[in-house]
């Protein structure tokens, strides 16, 4: 009687520390996170850096509230908005994820040779879906998983080699 009992409250407490582990993992995280990362383009000047990554913003940020928000050649920065959809790096982790997209904001910091990308706001989203009876909700919030938020840190580190690749290939004299 006394091992029926241990067993009944052991995977009790099991079950329970696996649901409060489930539903930690589920919290929105606090807005106002931020992903930032540095990259170099040595010997290339700072105007050039920061037109090829204008026409970059340009054509790469869609968004339904226009790519760019402030613009200042003479600090050197870019912010805009700009919607993804969502990263899939591997088969399974992307099982019905194929309608989501990610929305965040970005700042490009440019200087002589590097530039920094500095994504803010960053909200996942999908639209509502009705399946085997049961329906889900559209959501537009904050990244409740680290694994999806570990897939968009990838992706905007893709971004940003993106523009470095951008501003390689653009032409040496911008202005003929």
Request: with cysteine.
């Amino acid at each position: 009687m006394y091992l029926t009992c241990a067993r009944i409250l052991a995977a009790f407490l099991l079950s329970f520390l696996a649901v409060a582990d489930a539903a930690q993992a589920a919290r929105p995280r606090e807005g106002g996170e931020e992903v930032v990362e540095t990259f170099e383009v040595p010997g290339t000047p700072r105007d050039r850096i920061y037109a090829a990554a204008r026409l970059w913003a340009l054509g790469k940020l869609n968004s339904s509230r226009g790519a760019i928000d402030f613009e200042s050649p003479e600090e050197g920065i870019l912010i805009g908005n700009g919607v993804i959809g969502y990263p899939c790096y591997s088969l399974f982790a992307c099982m019905g994820k194929t309608e989501w997209k990610a929305r965040f904001t970005l700042r490009i910091d440019v200087k002589d040779g590097r530039y920094r990308m500095t994504f803010s706001n960053l909200n996942v989203m999908w639209p509502a879906s009705f399946e085997d009876g049961r329906g889900e909700p559209a959501y537009d919030g904050p990244i409740s998983r680290s694994r999806d938020r570990a897939n968009l840190e990838r992706a905007f580190h893709d971004l940003g080699i993106e523009l470095r690749e951008a501003i390689l290939r653009a032409p040496r004299d911008a202005d003929w």
